[in-house]
């Protein structure tokens, strides 16, 4: 039996939803991201979205962070629980 664990691009996630980082879309991610607590393995709420979908608002490594979409569209991710749950 083969599972397939689907990846998505954070900027893709939709707000309720929580994530686990995967990975990154490019080898050369910006320092920054990695200093802000994006780093694999860590666990994002998806909050909200601006009024007009950008930034988006996130919970990280217990603190909120406002992330742009081009920025979140670097982080892979698979979903952990959705707001359904």
Do not use: C, W
Not at 13 to 28: A, C, H, Q, W, Y
Not at 65 to 75: S, T
């Amino acid at each position: 039996m083969t599972v397939t664990i689907l990846q998505l691009n954070l900027s893709e996630i939709k707000p309720g939803n929580k994530v686990s980082i995967t990975g990154f879309t490019k080898e050369d991610v910006p320092i920054k991201m990695l200093e802000m607590g994006l780093l694999p393995g860590n666990v994002i709420l998806v909050k909200r979205f601006a009024p007009m979908g950008d930034p988006m608002h996130i919970e990280v490594a217990g603190y909120d962070l406002a992330l742009r979409k081009d920025e979140a569209k670097q982080i892979l991710v698979q979903v952990v629980a959705n707001s359904q749950d």
